[in-house]
């Protein structure tokens, strides 16, 4: 077992590895470097540089130096300090702004998973037992439509119903009162009243893949001899149902946890901005679009260590929990 | 009187050869049973004819503005007028621009006095189709009038003709797309089944890597990096490549897969020993063997690719204009209010859904047909 989860923890620092140097070059690649838009932050201001100025800035920085130095450099102060970078857009360090906002990510993400698992269970459970019933092609039609719209039509489409039903705006996570109140029971209610929303836009597509392939397994495992031997043994069919063929099935789907998680991360940004949520969505989109690349690198650096670390942490429980999964 | 007629004797019959139906006829025969991968193969072949003959089709051009009907509302086709009198031709109301007395906004207003009747084959404005031919005969138009069946957006532009438009950008980026993913799948999958071993490893490692990786992120960050002073065409191109870089996994898994369980079939030893190169063993044998789980693979991967690219665009951050695709048109559906106002403006995003239904359902048909041999 040990010797497992050494093994898995390295390969995660490898992957973390790759993932920093993708990073880092994602960093690089706009043409001009942080020299360039120092001097034009400069030169809106009013300040203009000589080209010694420039030269010296570059020197300071080490921008003159060989990539691969940058890189190490660039690696140092993550690890050593927890230093990101410094972001244009706010005049601030990286880390600091994102800080703010990544808890509200974390808490969308993982209710978005458990909404996910919650409903899609049970819905992917009785759709198989009742095979071919009004409610299974109900709910596999919902499922057709859940996994053919994209995330930020569903917000839309959520914000523009709100609009004309409520005539209120139906994005953001807290009620106007609470924005910058400290945190009390009153906001956490206020929170979970408005978290719904994105986690069902978020949720959505995620949702109607499970109920597919939990179906899709237990009408497999349904169809076993052991079933048949357990029924003409005299179990109940609800005992039965949920001693034996409910508990094979479920293994694929929990251990695709991880890729789960991934989705859901990869999906978070478009709903948070689309939703004006205050959460780390706007923050990368904005960055994005104005090419704050120290900021955007940062954050597609944080999205991808959230996921490897989540599907790592998944995949130890997963052995925890069921002793024939093997770490490979 | 003459008997040899009677007497020539019967020609042999030829010894009947079996019925033979080939792999790709058991797959058509298995397919056609999934009626809605049927309605799905009909939809995607609909959404590339109007695609590709767009200009006839559209009665306006892309960029063709109309200043008498702006953020106008879709207009309905009638054939009954309000009097309840029947028209054997259809026709629309005409319409006046007026102003809210309220808002003071340009409110365009239903004037059931007039009639615009519809006609086929109009002359309207000149295109020219695909380099070929110029012409300015359009499918359908308003006499001495104009129709606009989803609306026009905030320039005066027919949303009915830009959706057609843009079906063309849309598919195109996902059809090429899939077709470098293809490559790239073939290929990369093909050297890790093939010499197996550490590149295999090496190659299976790089795989689940990308896999392990939110897409959506990397696709936006490497996307917001191109350069802005790139033209329309260049970020087209660019922002295929980036669609298809991350989307070959699949396609290389099942390629690897395929030819390491084919390797060791008897047909191929077979071959082998009956002194056929290697080359004819891949392309005669292995090749038509997982060909059809290749195709399934393609079907599904073109949805992912189809509404990338529309999350990009609707973002700002993919194609931009002139260049336009459904996303790039709904980039002017990003704000509530202007929802709101012109809710007609979500039109594209039902052709995304729709194509991409389309696709599921074809590829689901698919997935079933791939292997006829199955129970």
């Known amino acids: ?328 | 009187m003459t008997i040899t007629t009677a007497l020539q004797p019967r020609r042999p019959a030829r010894p009947r050869r079996p019925d033979v139906a080939t792999q790709w006829q058991l797959i058509w025969r298995r397919f056609r049973r999934h009626r809605l991968a049927l309605v799905g193969v009909a939809i995607i072949g609909l959404l590339v004819f109007t695609s590709v003959f767009a200009e006839v089709l559209a009665p306006y051009g892309p960029l063709q503005r109309n200043p008498r009907y702006i953020n106008g509302p879709p207009m309905l086709v009638h054939m009954i007028d309000a009097d309840g009198a029947f028209h054997a031709r259809p026709f629309v109301y005409a319409r006046t621009m007026g102003r809210d007395a309220v808002t003071l906004r340009a409110t365009p207003t239903v004037d059931e006095a007039n009639r615009w009747s519809l006609r086929f084959f109009v002359r309207g404005t000149e295109y020219s189709f695909w380099g070929l031919f110029r012409s300015d005969i359009h499918l359908f138009g308003a006499e001495g009038g104009f129709v606009h069946l989803f609306g026009t957006d905030d320039l005066g532009r027919d949303v009915f003709s830009r959706n057609l438009f843009a079906a063309r950008i849309s598919l195109s980026v996902g059809f090429i797309g899939v077709a470098v993913a293809f490559v790239l799948g073939t290929v990369i999958g093909g050297i890790a089944g093939y010499f197996g071993g550490l590149i295999d490893n090496l190659i299976m490692r790089l795989i689940e890597f990308i896999r392990s990786i939110p897409t959506l992120p990397l696709w936006l960050a490497l996307s917001a990096a191109l350069p802005r002073d790139w033209n329309a065409l260049q970020v087209y191109v660019a922002i295929t490549l980036i669609l298809a870089l991350v989307g070959w996994t699949w396609l290389a898994r099942t390629v690897r897969s395929k030819l390491l369980a084919l390797r060791e079939e008897e047909f191929v030893m077979a071959a082998r020993l009956a002194g056929c190169s290697d080359a004819r063993i891949i392309g005669r044998h292995l090749l038509p063997a997982f060909m059809s789980y290749l195709i399934v693979d393609l079907t599904i991967s073109f949805p992912e690719i189809l509404l990338a690219e529309t999350s990009l665009s609707f973002l700002g951050l993919g194609l931009r204009e002139p260049v336009e695709s459904w996303g790039v048109m709904l980039y002017a559906a990003q704000n509530v209010r202007a929802i709101a106002h012109s809710p007609w403006l979500l039109i594209p995003g039902l052709f995304v859904i729709l194509a991409v239904l389309a696709f599921n359902f074809a590829g689901d048909g698919l997935r079933d047909a791939a292997d006829p041999y199955a129970k």
């Open chain 1, 1 to 328: 077992m040990l010797k497992l989860l050494l093994y898995r923890l390295a390969y995660m620092a490898l992957t973390l590895l790759l993932v920093s140097v993708v990073t880092f070059v994602i960093i690089q690649l706009p043409p001009g470097d942080y020299a360039d838009s120092y001097v034009a932050k400069k030169a809106q201001a009013g300040v203009s540089m000589t080209r010694q100025d420039v030269e010296d800035l570059r020197h300071t920085l080490g921008l003159d130096r060989p990539l691969h130095e940058q890189y190490l450099r660039w690696m140092s102060r993550i690890v050593l300090h927890g230093d990101l970078g410094w972001s244009w857009e706010w005049r601030r360090p990286v880390s600091e702004v994102i800080g703010e906002r990544l808890p509200l990510t974390l808490v969308l993400a993982f209710s978005t998973l458990i909404f996910m698992y919650a409903v899609a269970l049970p819905i992917g459970i009785y759709s198989a037992v009742r095979q071919y019933s009004l409610s299974d092609h109900l709910f596999s039609g919902l499922g057709y439509i859940g996994l053919a719209i994209p995330n930020f039509l569903l917000a839309i489409i959520f914000m523009y119903l709100g609009q004309q039903w409520f005539g209120q705006s139906v994005g953001g996570l807290f009620s106007p009162r609470f924005i910058d109140a400290p945190w009390s029971w009153a906001k956490l209610w206020d929170l979970l009243g408005h978290l719904w929303i994105p986690v069902v836009v978020l949720g959505t597509s995620g949702t109607a893949y499970l109920v597919r392939s939990m179906r899709a397994a237990l009408l497999d495992e349904l169809e076993k001899m052991y079933v048949v031997a357990a029924r003409a043994g005299g179990l109940s069919p609800l005992r039965l149902l949920f001693k034996y063929p409910v508990r094979m099935a479920l293994n694929p789907i929990i251990s695709t946890l991880g890729w789960r998680l991934t989705y859901v991360i990869s999906g978070a940004p478009i709903v948070g901005y689309v939703m004006a949520l205050p959460d780390t969505g706007p923050l990368f989109l904005n960055s994005l679009m104005n090419q704050d690349m120290q900021m955007a690198g940062a954050m597609v650096f944080i999205f991808c260590a959230l996921t490897i670390i989540g599907t790592f942490v998944s995949d130890l429980l997963l052995a925890l929990l069921d002793p024939r999964i093997k770490l490979t």
